[in-house]
């Protein structure tokens, strides 16, 4: 059972999981190959993977069949499990419980070759119902208090394997970064009455040149102060605490600017690894006027290393501005039909 | 000018550095080669540097002359630049200041295949010494709030250059993780009177396998809730809170368990990559009781991806109580002369 363990300073909960390597010989520095296809996630293969918890079938068929968009399957190496009690217990200064949660799959195309910018807009939409459903889904367990919605894309990004898929991770608490992003902008909500990131939409969309895409209910932009080179936020327009409340409807613009902000970055900077979260209000308090869900897109080029690892600074060698620039001039992703 | 950016949300301070790399076909995810020796860090090469700003020359010698144990030399690229003043203004939400500061590095050793770990005891001292040095020196700046000591081992933890060298980062801002450290201590001491540091290393002393490495004056141990697989830490086993406090004498234990961890996990984990961090106490406030200075070392082993980005969860698949049983019968390293 992998274990849940917070640091008694700074409160940072890891998990302890036991169940992927254990011997020292087993940390490879070498990165994971990406094989060739078919794989377990291509379509035809179904009876490989542990049974499908949803999917989308346009033309029906029953499940753990071919016939699907997308399909969510849980993780046959779980980060945390489903069963059994959370039993939090401590030991001197230090605290710990199980590592009780879910752990699942988003495999977001049948063909093993796909990548998200590549996806039609209607499909990639599909994917984020996937993640919409599965987020509603877990909620009704009273042991989860969050869902990580998460994407590696290239195995510098961390992939282990190559077929396009997201992850979920719901885990019993709620993450330290979302943590403080509600301090953050409960502490501005306190002052101003008004919502953090609805100032910065606004804001941004005034000026500054850090403006990637606006469709009308999304906008992409570049941070003001980005940890990465071509850090790039994509948030709902409007007030927006959850993503799991967003409408099916509005899940098609969603996809429009992901998919054209990720075909973007591809245009400017190659197929460039990058990883992919979901920011979204805690399960338990989704409705909050201090809140607002956000994508973050971080490509993977440049290292993370003892400065960044020690200070919690991180040192971008991109102004946003510059890279808000390359990513708006960029014209391959628009030729896209939509 | 390099530029300091904060986040508006969760205070996060960045900088902006853009003399590094402009374009976006600068950012090559391609690791830069390590070359061989000589390179501009080796003996005799001393005139291809900045001039340095100290040395120990056991037998005497001229400055940026050979004849050098370790060398400490300004940042040729720097993040943070000496000279201006800070200058912080606003941008409606946004705060940002001049990127001032310093940058140096720490050359570790003459010859261009040394490793920390290979390093007789007293000459890792030496470089110890440089640390305290430079704090020192640093200090006396009063724009200078803090100085960040760390070294990247291999390309893969970020090195850009094989020969053995530290850096120091000076920044104008006490960042995010060592206030995260300060503000834990706080709240513990507050309630108990007691560093929290003391008392882990009072309960690990007692027991519970975490262990690595004992010698009078310090401990290495695998702390309760590591974030990466053979996270070690090094603390003074009595409470000090400022590294730069520490007696000539003091560094040379510092530097004989060092160099043991350093040599154990080689022999465990082969020549791997690795971060090293000082967390010290800020410069002006050195004396507290509540913060206790320690040495952070992280194996470049796993990777960090989507999940730990989004989260601030780790997922850290070697319990320490695990690596610390590797690390403690690991005996290659000492057979090493003191």
Known sequence: MPELRRDPVVGRWVIISTERARRPSDFNSQPPKLRPGPCVFCEGQEARTPEEVWALRPEGGPANGPGWLARVVPNRFPALRIEGDLDPTGEGLYDRMNGVGAHEVVIEAPVHDARMERLPVSHLAAVLLAYRERILDLAKDPRIEYVMVFKNQGEAAGASLEHAHSQLIATPIVPMMVDEELAGGLQHFRIKHRCIWCDIVRQESQGGGRVVLENGSFIALAPFAPRFPFETWILPSDHRSAFEGMSEQALTPLAAILSETLSRMSSTLGETPYNLMLHSAPLRASRLDHFHW????????TRVAGFEWGT??????????????????????VKKAP
């Open 294 to 301: 956000h994508l973050e897109i971080i490509p993977k080029l």
């Open 312 to 333: 919690g600074f991180f040192i971008n060698p991109m102004p946003p501005e510059q890279a808000a620039k390359h990513l708006r001039e960029s014209t391959v992703g």
